[in-house]
């Protein structure tokens, strides 16, 4: 029997095993915002790696934010030499629930059914983390020991943007370019898919300020909400159309995507709706947008296309003034697909399913922006159980099956990067 039948066959018999740990870890609300539950997330994941043979250490942000404390897990485990080194990330951060009524099961009840674990994180991406780390102990127990070294990682915020998380790492040393070889991002595109890439963001607010006045004498006042709605119909007249024309070469899913875009994310001006209203027009509007842009344009030029929609829409009515805040700006990554890790992957893929992998790029972002932007990995990818499309919605779930083909996928792909220590 080959190694990689070994670790397949392995992967089955700790099938149960990896179940049971992923329904442990769903059952744990780790909403975010705010960050709930984390401590209690991390020492699950962390005891398990430590029984797993793991050096393990729980790594905090430099500054702590508002809210909950922020915790991540890393580990170790060594192989024959210290390097290459093989890292594995996950974030257990879930989206909010939503309106618990669109749920036909419970969100936090990791309940099995219809050959399904179902509940918020299942696949995005408490999955992914259940078979890294189970990909790897079923190395263990087919009794191969690895010639490299993997760590693997266990991380919070990603939701919101991961800069607590994964970015920290990267911050902090535990994710660099003199110690790292290669990353698996765990994240939830499919049990057959390669993901190299995602497609870059820019979330800004705009800001007008105009003249309170009594509601009914409004001509006495310069309203802020309805200058508001005049750029955000500029927006859509002007600017929608030219990015619908503007198409990425990257593989990016679904083909939709594969777009420049921009959506208005927020919106709010006056009295807050909660509180008894007063006549009083509004003399500020505060909207958020969300740019998706793509690699063949650039962060600079994406700015400049707002401003300028902006000062045209301040030289139309001069008693409204604007401002433009930046709240992030993430460029457009790839990964090569002849690349180690993504080779290794598809590899795995077409050995474990038997059909070949399909490339594609994410469209939104994830945590690649920070391992190769400011860890200087550059061989990272990711690929995980999960379908995209059932990530943030109701009745979220992972089917069974592909999470232990991903695990299995996962083990011969560190297999291939690592080898076999003689």
């Given at each position: 029997?080959?190694?990689a039948?070994?670790?397949?066959?392995?992967?089955?018999e700790?099938?149960?095993?990896?179940?049971?740990?992923?329904s442990?870890?769903v059952?744990?609300?780790?909403?975010?915002p705010p960050?709930e539950?984390?401590?209690?997330?991390?020492?699950l994941?962390?005891?398990?790696l430590?029984?797993?043979?793991?050096?393990?250490?729980?790594?905090?942000?430099?500054?702590?934010?508002?809210?909950?404390?922020r915790?991540?897990?890393?580990?170790?485990?060594?192989?024959a030499?210290?390097?290459?080194t093989?890292?594995?990330?996950?974030?257990?951060?879930v989206?909010?629930?939503?309106?618990?009524?669109?749920?036909?099961?419970?969100?936090?009840?990791a309940?099995?059914?219809?050959g399904?674990?179902?509940?918020r994180?299942?696949?995005?991406?408490k999955?992914g983390?259940?078979?890294?780390?189970?990909?790897?102990e079923?190395?263990?127990r087919?009794?191969?020991?690895?010639?490299?070294?993997?760590e693997?990682?266990?991380?919070?915020?990603?939701?919101?943007?991961?800069?607590?998380?994964v970015?920290?790492?990267?911050?902090?040393?535990?994710?660099?370019?003199?110690?790292t070889?290669?990353?698996i991002?765990t994240?939830?595109?499919?049990?057959?898919r390669?993901?190299?890439?995602?497609?870059?963001?820019?979330?800004?607010?705009?800001?007008?300020?105009?003249l309170?006045?009594?509601?009914?004498?409004?001509?006495l006042?310069?309203?802020?909400?309805?200058?508001?709605?005049?750029?955000?119909?500029?927006?859509?007249?002007?600017?929608?159309p030219?990015?619908?024309?503007?198409?990425?070469?990257?593989?990016?899913?679904?083909?939709?995507?594969?777009h420049?875009?921009?959506?208005?994310?927020?919106?709010?001006?006056?009295?807050?709706?909660?509180?008894?209203?007063?006549?009083?027009?509004?003399?500020?509007?505060?909207?958020?947008?969300?740019?998706r842009?793509?690699a063949?344009?650039?962060?600079?030029?994406?700015?400049?296309e707002?401003?300028?929609?902006?000062?045209a829409e301040?030289?139309?009515d001069?008693?409204?003034?604007?401002?433009?805040r930046?709240?992030?700006?993430?460029?457009?990554?790839?990964?090569?697909?002849?690349?180690p890790?993504?080779?290794?992957t598809s590899?795995?893929?077409?050995?474990?399913?038997?059909?070949s992998?399909?490339?594609?790029?994410s469209?939104?972002?994830?945590?690649?922006k920070?391992?190769?932007?400011?860890?200087?990995?550059a061989?990272?990818?990711?690929?995980?159980?999960g379908?995209?499309?059932?990530?943030?919605?109701?009745d979220?779930?992972?089917?069974?099956?592909d999470?232990?083909n991903?695990?299995?996928?996962?083990?011969?792909?560190?297999?291939?990067?690592l080898?076999?220590?003689?």
């Amino acid at each position: 029997m080959s190694d990689a039948d070994r670790v397949c066959a392995a992967v089955d018999e700790l099938r149960a095993d990896c179940i049971a740990f992923l329904s442990e870890l769903v059952r744990i609300p780790t909403v975010n915002p705010p960050g709930e539950r984390y401590e209690d997330a991390a020492r699950l994941i962390g005891d398990r790696l430590r029984a797993l043979g793991y050096a393990v250490d729980y790594v905090r942000p430099r500054e702590q934010r508002d809210g909950p404390p922020r915790v991540n897990v890393m580990a170790r485990l060594e192989g024959a030499v210290a390097r290459p080194t093989l890292h594995f990330n996950g974030h257990f951060d879930v989206v909010p629930v939503g309106d618990p009524a669109a749920w036909t099961r419970e969100p936090f009840g990791a309940q099995i059914a219809a050959g399904r674990l179902w509940g918020r994180g299942t696949g995005d991406q408490k999955a992914g983390i259940a078979a890294s780390i189970y990909a790897i102990e079923a190395i263990r127990r087919a009794g191969i020991r690895l010639r490299g070294s993997v760590e693997q990682s266990a991380t919070v915020d990603e939701e919101s943007g991961g800069f607590a998380g994964v970015a920290e790492l990267c911050e902090q040393g535990f994710i660099a370019g003199d110690r790292t070889d290669h990353v698996i991002i765990t994240e939830p595109l499919d049990v057959d898919r390669v993901c190299i890439g995602h497609r870059g963001v820019y979330w800004f607010e705009v800001t007008a300020r105009g003249l309170t006045a009594h509601g009914s004498m409004p001509d006495l006042g310069r309203n802020a909400a309805e200058a508001m709605a005049r750029l955000i119909t500029r927006i859509e007249r002007d600017l929608k159309p030219r990015l619908a024309g503007r198409v990425t070469q990257m593989p990016v899913e679904p083909p939709a995507a594969r777009h420049a875009s921009i959506s208005l994310n927020a919106l709010h001006a006056g009295q807050s709706p909660e509180v008894e209203q007063t006549p009083m027009v509004p003399d500020a509007c505060v909207a958020i947008f969300d740019r998706r842009f793509i690699a063949e344009e650039t962060s600079g030029d994406v700015r400049r296309e707002i401003e300028d929609l902006v000062a045209a829409e301040g030289a139309a009515d001069p008693e409204i003034s604007w401002a433009v805040r930046d709240l992030m700006l993430v460029e457009p990554t790839a990964t090569p697909a002849d690349a180690p890790v993504a080779r290794a992957t598809s590899d795995a893929i077409k050995t474990v399913l038997g059909r070949s992998a399909t490339i594609i790029a994410s469209p939104g972002t994830y945590d690649q922006k920070h391992v190769i932007g400011r860890g200087g990995v550059a061989d990272c990818i990711a690929y995980g159980p999960g379908r995209l499309e059932t990530a943030h919605r109701p009745d979220e779930y992972v089917d069974l099956e592909d999470l232990a083909n991903a695990t299995k996928v996962m083990a011969l792909a560190a297999l291939s990067l690592l080898g076999t220590a003689s």
